[in-house]
T-cell receptor
Framework: QKEVEQNSGPLSVPEGAIASLNCTYS??????FFWYRQYSGKSPELIMF????GDKEDGRFTAQLNKASQYVSLLIRDSQPSDSATYLC???????????FGAGTRLTVKP | EAGVTQFPSHSVIEKGQTVTLRCDPI?????LYWYRRVMGKEIKFLLH????????ESGMPNNRFLAERTGGTYSTLKVQPAELEDSGVYFC?????????FGPGTRLTVL
């Protein structure tokens, strides 16, 4: 079983719709959860982090964490073509800073 | 404020040669990480420095890889001798705490 799992996609949504990206992780002791966005040929860019159960909102982005279900998601409201990228879920296990990544979900927002 | 920088951006070498990658973290960040993404795979953790000390090097694939961070500032990752399977993008990241900021990566091609 992979440590961090994501649907590879591609996920396609129309402009203005809500994009929902999902991630599950294997270790119940995981402490910290991150969403990175990566444009083709570029480096990962941190867009959200969440440490506690529940929802965290930042502009058009909402991260949702459910530790009991070992599940973290990212919602993108009012999706724009510029949101088209690969979204990487990353988890810090235990209480150190060593991060494990999922394979990423490719999102396409169609005008 | 300058972000994480990496040099070179691209490197093409032949099997058996040596390559040294450099990473300059964000000023003041004690934590420095190396990651690698090979074609079609997820980003994989290689190692983590706290200042000049190796906190965790469990992700280093074998003894052909040597990372250093003398003086706790910039870091180098040397691959000697390089093999075909070492091709990929090598990312460096730095952090004050848990939120890691990535450099642009070095694309390594071993022929």
């Amino acid at each position: 079983q992979k440590e961090v799992e994501q649907n590879s996609g591609p996920l396609s949504v129309p402009e203005g719709a809500i994009a929902s990206l999902n991630c599950t992780y294997s270790d119940r002791g995981s402490q910290s959860f991150f969403w990175y966005r990566q444009y083709s040929g570029k480096s990962p860019e941190l867009i959200m982090f969440i440490y506690s159960n529940g929802d965290k909102e930042d502009g058009r982005f909402t991260a949702q964490l459910n530790k009991a279900s070992q599940y973290v998601s990212l919602l993108i409201r009012d999706s724009q073509p510029s949101d088209s990228a690969t979204y990487l879920c990353a988890v810090i296990f235990y209480n150190n800073n060593d991060m494990r990544f999922g394979a990423g979900t490719r999102l396409t927002v169609k005008p | 404020e300058a972000g994480v920088t990496q040099f070179p951006s691209h490197s093409v070498i032949e099997k058996g040669q040596t390559v040294t990658l450099r990473c300059d973290p964000i000023s003041g960040h004690d934590n420095l990480y190396w990651y690698r993404r090979v074609m079609g795979k997820e980003i994989k953790f290689l190692l983590h420095f706290v200042k000049e000390s190796k906190q965790d090097e469990s992700g280093m694939p074998n003894n052909r890889f040597l990372a250093e961070r003398t003086g706790g500032t910039y870091s180098t990752l040397k691959v000697q001798p390089a093999e075909l399977e070492d091709s990929g993008v090598y990312f460096c990241a730095s952090s004050l705490d848990k939120e890691q900021f990535f450099g642009p990566g070095t694309r390594l091609t071993v022929l």
